[in-house]
């Protein structure tokens, strides 16, 4: 009072907190009272603000820390930030295996920030999908903010992966021809094999036509 400079604090707004304000200071005794005639008038909105939420780069199998900061900066009960993640065609849920921390940071005697920090491994079940951060506040008032994750694949692990694939291609291709190969040296053998005569073969084989005449065309077979 000896500085002519008085305030109030309204943690927790709501509605039924609007209308107009009077000082009114009261002494010691009953009739020490007086009651300033300046008014204050105060008019709550429908909170538009929406929460900011900080997304770093993503990389599949990479750990991943992201921010939500809830609106406003006043003091007052801290707000309940949850965080909801959605696959294509899914319904909300959360991410499994996410740590969740909320922070409050006293930037003067009266304000604040309130942070929710969530951190999980990426992968790439991940991408495309929206992630959701909702703020409840005291008195069921909620806003929330969605966004989409992107996130970038290990291109050394899919490569990796690939020439994996590959050396068993390779693999298959050579066990092919040596099997191919063995099945026609196989086939070779046995036609060889089939081929050999036998003893009244080769005694044919050594009959040879001798011309003994101009007449007479004789087949002489030679000794063994």
Aim: proline share 4%; net charge positive.
């Amino acid at each position: 009072m000896t500085e002519k400079n008085c305030s109030m604090v309204i943690n927790d707004l709501q509605k039924s907190d609007s209308g107009s304000y009077q000082l009114r200071v009261v002494g010691k005794g009953a009739k020490e009272a007086f009651t300033y005639l300046a008014k204050a008038n105060l008019s709550l909105a429908d909170l538009n603000q929406k929460p900011s939420v900080m997304i770093p780069p993503l990389t599949e199998g990479q750990q991943a820390s992201l921010t939500c900061t809830a609106p406003g900066l006043c003091s007052g009960s801290p707000p309940k930030i949850t965080w909801m993640w959605r696959g294509e065609g899914e319904k909300d849920s959360y991410i499994i295996g996410n740590i969740t921390a909320l922070k409050t940071e006293n930037l003067t005697a009266f304000t604040k920030r309130h942070v929710s920090t969530l951190t999980f491994n990426s992968s790439a079940d991940h991408h495309n999908t929206s992630i959701t951060c909702k703020v409840n506040f005291t008195g069921g008032i909620t806003t929330e903010e969605t966004v989409t994750l992107n996130v970038n694949f290990n291109h050394v692990k899919h490569c990796a992966c690939g020439g994996g694939a590959l050396l068993w291609v390779v693999a298959g291709v050579s066990l092919s021809v040596h099997l191919f190969s063995m099945i026609y040296l196989y086939h070779i053998r046995n036609t060889r094999k089939k081929a050999e005569p036998t003893e009244d073969d080769q005694t044919y084989m050594c009959m040879q036509k001798t011309n003994a005449s101009a007449g007479y065309n004789v087949i002489v077979q030679q000794p063994h």
